[in-house]
């Protein structure tokens, strides 16, 4: 059956991503089972989505009963989900006020136009550049694609939009001079996801803050994959103590929903008045019913804590593994949003982990990726690490 669905696939699907011949059934908690019954330990968590794990009771039920009562109506009118998850936003520190939108895509297109119509309503039309990072991705739409520091990404869209300055990451002199009276934004990640989990630092992070209060430019942070706990706080800002005038939020907002949110301060979001900009599937009360019961399932279980907790112990034991396996050459990362960095080709061992039961990411140069569910256990991380360190032996003994 599997063979027959893959060979349908790349009969019928745009081929946009490298996918795997494995085809995927059905899930629960850390595990994931394919269409032949082989079970697998997910530490890939649909990149970074599946924060309570695959088919969370909790998430199920809400989704269910919100399906049964209101699955679609317009932002022409108010739903109580979207209120109710809004306002849960606000509690926890994403901002004041919050748009709501399908993908983190079009989360940061609403932001990059909420920082030039903020601009523009000061009076300040000259502001209409930003600063970015090298390295950072920020989506694939036009406007997000400028925004990441990724040229290879960039090849063969041009034109993009214009107005764009790139830095070197967590190089405050570089970003001094980036700025000027035309930047209106500065865009960061608190942690770069993609590009492999560099953690920017307390004083890149906070001279950026600086550097954006001289400057009167706005600073966002793209929290897309960092947000709703990943990092062991529920914004990865807080580690450092700077807030933004902007937030982007998605992926695991809502327990596996496709969902995302534009967050702001009161004083940036009244630069957007009706017609400014939109979202069809914005604020749709499934998705968001499904976002409540994440959010009140990670405070009510203390999460935070435990991301933190089991985190520390799967930097650790990676750490250890690495003073063993020599094609270990880095890892890095904060609560769990980990990269490993190898010596050697990361393919081999992603495809080898995969065979024997452990799903991770095959990520950009040669980093593995792990983004596990907040519910994984130390004998989960003891699992997935005794996988993963035979997938590197014998990747290094085939090489």
Known sequence: MASAIYQLGEQVLISAFNRSPIVLSHGLGVRVWDTDGKPYLDFLGGFAVNTLGHCHPRVVKAVAEQADKLIHSSNLFYNEPSVRLAQLLTEHGAGDRIFFCPSGAEAVEAALKLARKYAYRQGERQKTRFVTALRSYHGRTFGALAASGKPEMQEGFGPLPEGFRYIPYNDLDALERAMDSSVCAVILEPVQGEAGAH????????????????????????????????TGAFFAYEHVGVKPDILTLAKGLSGGMPNAALAATDRVASAFRPGDHGATF??????CAAGIATVETIVENDLLRHVREVGDYLIDRLRYLQTVRPNIADVRGRGLLIAVELSTDNKPVARLAAERGLLVAAGVGNTLRLLPPFIITKQDVDEALSILDSALRDALVTA
Not at 201 to 222: N, P, Q, T, V, Y
Not at 282 to 287: K, L
Request: glycine share 16%; aromatic share 6%.
């Open 282 to 287: 914005g604020a749709n009360p499934v998705v």
């Open 199 to 230: 953690v920017g630092s307390r004083e890149f992070l906070r001279g950026a803050r600086e550097l954006c209060d001289r400057h009167g430019a706005l600073l966002i942070f793209d929290e897309i994959q960092t947000g709703m706990g990943r």
